[in-house]
Each structure stands twice: as structure tokens, then as C-alpha cells.
């Protein structure tokens, strides 16, 4: 891969500031800057995807005749490091990086016409129906059940750890239609309103007391088959194809290098008993190019993984690799803020969190969400595949364990 910008790169990325700094708004911008986790705040995400859909921006991954760019794929990179480099708030994945992709690949005409333009749009917000209690690594062990009756199934069962069901208006899930086959053969893939009668939703209070996660509930309730993607008893193949766009379109090498240079700039603001700033300091200075070497490190294996996407590869057990390293180096960066702050940042002010009308901070900003961030990162390692678990695909595909 050629890794030096082109003219055509320059001016693009030029383009992409501009427009970034004429119609990202200052309240959208700083909502972005308090996120401390993944999701920043849900309705300035949500007006952020509008302005960007309206340029004809928000899936640039997507085939154009659905509504992507046609970018390739190191202007993808330019736009989605400019993105991150301007505090924007990351777009929320659900319905642009899974459902999306997958009803491109599996969906029928009419669930692509009448579905992925009001994901592009954002009236449509999706959440994820995959984990249930005693199905999360063991994701075939699912048991929420769908019983045909007519032209719907019957849903009984439940679903945990659903990002942001309480927000959604949309589902998609896996469900058993057969109880007698191989567990994986039995899993159908299912679209469902989540204003359905029989749906509760509980919302979950995380370690960082914010409600992201939820439990959701299903009684008796009618879901009618045209919601069905793929082949009845086939949902494990959608699943599955979800997962590479869950796992494999994540790239955390740009998002660590901006958060290491904010770190940075706290360290230098930050004064020692010795009358220095803490960025002088040897030992925090050792930490901190541990950190830039495991990110640059990281920075090269993306690029590799581009490179082969590039030339029509599969980034195959490399995408574990990054997924393990990234988290594991999100969480390291966290630790390094909360030792670079100390005491600053244990106030616990979660008024000042809230992006609309944050409540002054005592203390710098950047200050607030340092504990919030650190909590909400320990869950990297779990979600998206648990850590472990990537551990042993690498194992089993690439040391041939
Ligand atoms: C913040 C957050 C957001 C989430 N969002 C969603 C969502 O939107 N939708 C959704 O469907 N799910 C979601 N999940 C669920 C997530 O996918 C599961 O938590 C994850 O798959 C792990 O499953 P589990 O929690 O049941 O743990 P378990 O599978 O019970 O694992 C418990 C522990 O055992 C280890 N383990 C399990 N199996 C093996 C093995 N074979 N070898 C070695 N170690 C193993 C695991 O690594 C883990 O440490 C979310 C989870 C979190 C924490």
C-alpha cells in the first residue's frame, strides 16, 4: 500500500476540513469531546448523522447505489481520521456498520428499499439482539424462540446487554425457529419494531451510572415473517457475516493517537511537587512511549489489513489481532489519564457530562470524564467478541494450535 497522500488525497482531505468546520456546531462537537464511551450523546450523534447524511456522508462504506461515497479506501481514512481529529461524535454503529451491511448482503429488495434509506437518514434507530443470558461466547446456545403461526412468528424469550434498546425504534436478532437440528442450523435472523405488544424494556445502570446497556423481554409476540432475513434455520450465516463488519470495520489506531496526544497535552498542564510539569517527568515519560510505540505498531497492522482488503483480501484472524491489541491499548490509555490527573479526577460530577447544558466543571474539562472513560473501557475487552475468545481464534488460525 502506498502510504504517502497523493494531490487528489490532499485536496480531498482539505475539502473534508472545511466542510467539517463549517457544519460541525459547537454543542455537536463537544459532545463528541465529553463521550466516555464508544456512544457519545445519543440525539446530537443522531443531528451530527443528519448533517452528514444530507452531504450524502454517512455510510461511506457503503455500495454507492445504496448511498456510500465511492471513496477508496485511503480517502475513507483521511475522512474518518479528520472526523476524530475534530471531535466529532462517532456515528452510532448499529444500524450503518451491521444491519445495514447485512440487509445489503441478504435482504430482500423491498426490506432494502424500505429500510436502508431510513437507516442513512437516521429516522430508524437499530439496536442489536444477539447475547442472552446464558448465550454470549456460546452465542449458538441462543433460546429465544419463534414460533410460526401464519404469515408471523411468536417470540418468547429475552435478550441482555442490547446497546441502547431504550433509544431504539428498531431490532435486529437471532431467534431458535428449530429446536432439533445442529444448534447453529435452528438460528433464524429476524427484523422487529420495538414498540411491538409483549416487548419490555429494562435498562441496565453500568459501572459509569449510565444506562447504555439493556435487558429486553419478549411475550408472545407477533413478528411478521416478511421480517425474516435470509433462509428460515440459515440466520447463522447473516449472523456470522455481521460479526466480520462488527469486528473487522473497527480501526483504533487513529482514535488512540488523538487521545495519546490529549494525554499528552494534560501532562504538560499538569505541575509536580518539584516545581515541574509531570510531562518531564522520566517515569511518566517511559509509560507514555510504551503507549505511542504499541499504537504505531498497531497503526502499521491496520494498514496491512487495508492493503489486503485493497487488493480483494479477507483480513481473516488479523482483525482478532486488532481487536485484542486495540482493546487492550484503549484500557491502557485510560489508566494513563486517571494516573496522569490523580486526585483531579475523582470528583464525580456527572452534571458536567451532559453535552445540551453541561454544569461547570470543577476542574478542567478534560478532567470529567477521565474515571466515567476508564470504567466504560473495561468493557472493550468483552463485547464485540470477548478478548479470550479472539485469543482462540488466534491460536486455532494462525499458530495452528
Ligand atoms: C458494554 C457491552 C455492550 C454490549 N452490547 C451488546 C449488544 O448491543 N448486543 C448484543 O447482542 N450483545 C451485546 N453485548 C454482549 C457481549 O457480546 C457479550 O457480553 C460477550 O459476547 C460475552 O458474553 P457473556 O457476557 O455472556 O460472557 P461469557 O460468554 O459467559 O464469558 C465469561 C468469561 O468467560 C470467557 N470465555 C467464554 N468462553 C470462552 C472460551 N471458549 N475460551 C476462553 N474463555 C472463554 C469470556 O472471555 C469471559 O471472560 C455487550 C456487552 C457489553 C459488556
Not at 142 to 158: H, V
Not at 383 to 393: K, T, W
Amino acid at each position: 500500500m502506498n502510504l504517502v497522500a497523493s494531490t487528489e488525497d490532499r485536496e480531498f482531505q482539505a475539502q473534508v476540513k472545511d466542510f467539517i468546520s463549517d457544519h460541525l456546531t459547537d454543542d455537536i462537537r463537544r459532545a463528541g469531546r465529553l463521550a466516555t464511551s464508544v456512544f457519545a450523546d445519543p440525539e446530537l450523534t443522531m443531528a451530527w448523522q443528519r448533517i452528514l447524511h444530507a452531504k450524502g456522508w454517512a455510510a461511506p462504506h457503503w455500495p454507492v447505489e445504496y448511498g456510500g461515497t465511492g471513496w477508496t479506501l485511503s480517502q475513507r481514512a483521511i475522512f474518518a481520521e479528520a472526523l476524530i481529529n475534530a471531535d466529532a461524535p462517532p456515528l452510532i454503529p448499529m444500524g450503518l456498520m451491521m444491519c445495514g451491511p447485512c440487509l445489503i448482503g441478504y435482504g430482500t429488495d423491498t426490506q432494502k428499499n424500505e429500510l436502508l434509506p431510513r437507516i442513512l437518514s437516521g429516522e430508524d434507530f437499530w439496536c442489536q439482539g444477539y447475547s442472552e443470558p446464558d448465550a454470549g461466547s456460546d452465542l449458538v446456545s441462543l433460546r429465544t424462540s419463534a414460533i410460526r403461526d401464519g404469515d408471523d412468528y411468536i417470540i418468547n424469550g429475552s435478550k441482555i446487554w442490547t446497546t441502547y434498546a431504550h433509544h431504539a425504534n428498531k431490532m435486529f436478532c437471532l431467534v431458535r425457529t428449530c429446536k432439533e437440528s445442529k444448534p447453529q442450523s435452528g438460528i433464524s435472523f429476524l427484523l422487529l419494531d420495538m414498540n411491538l405488544p409483549g416487548i419490555t424494556v429494562r435498562p441496565i445502570i453500568g459501572l459509569d451510572e449510565a444506562p447504555e446497556q439493556c435487558e429486553v423481554f419478549f411475550e408472545n409476540v407477533r413478528v411478521p415473517a416478511s421480517q425474516l432475513v435470509g433462509q428460515e434455520n440459515q440466520g447463522w450465516t447473516v449472523a456470522k457475516y455481521l460479526l466480520v463488519f462488527e469486528r473487522g470495520g473497527l480501526e483504533y489506531a487513529p482514535v488512540l493517537s488523538v487521545q495519546l496526544a490529549k494525554i499528552r497535552q494534560m501532562a504538560q498542564r499538569q505541575n509536580t511537587a518539584d516545581r515541574k510539569t509531570l510531562w518531564q517527568q522520566e517515569s511518566f515519560q517511559l509509560n507514555f512511549a510504551r503507549c505511542q510505540r504499541d499504537i504505531q505498531a498497531l497503526e502499521f497492522t491496520e494498514k496491512r489489513i487495508k492493503s489486503a482488503l485493497s487488493s480483494g483480501g479477507n483480513p481473516g484472524a488479523l482483525s482478532s489481532m486488532t481487536k485484542v491489541i486495540g482493546t487492550e491499548l484503549q484500557q491502557k490509555l485510560t489508566e494513563l489519564a486517571l494516573s496522569c490527573l490523580g486526585a483531579q479526577a475523582l470528583i464525580w460530577q456527572p452534571n458536567a457530562l451532559v453535552p445540551s447544558q453541561p454544569a461547570q466543571p470543577l476542574g478542567p474539562e478534560y478532567a470529567v470524564t477521565a474515571v466515567p472513560h476508564y470504567l466504560n473501557t473495561r468493557a472493550t475487552s468483552i463485547y464485540g467478541g470477548s478478548n479470550e475468545v479472539q485469543r482462540n481464534i488466534i491460536a486455532k488460525m494462525v499458530l495452528g494450535l
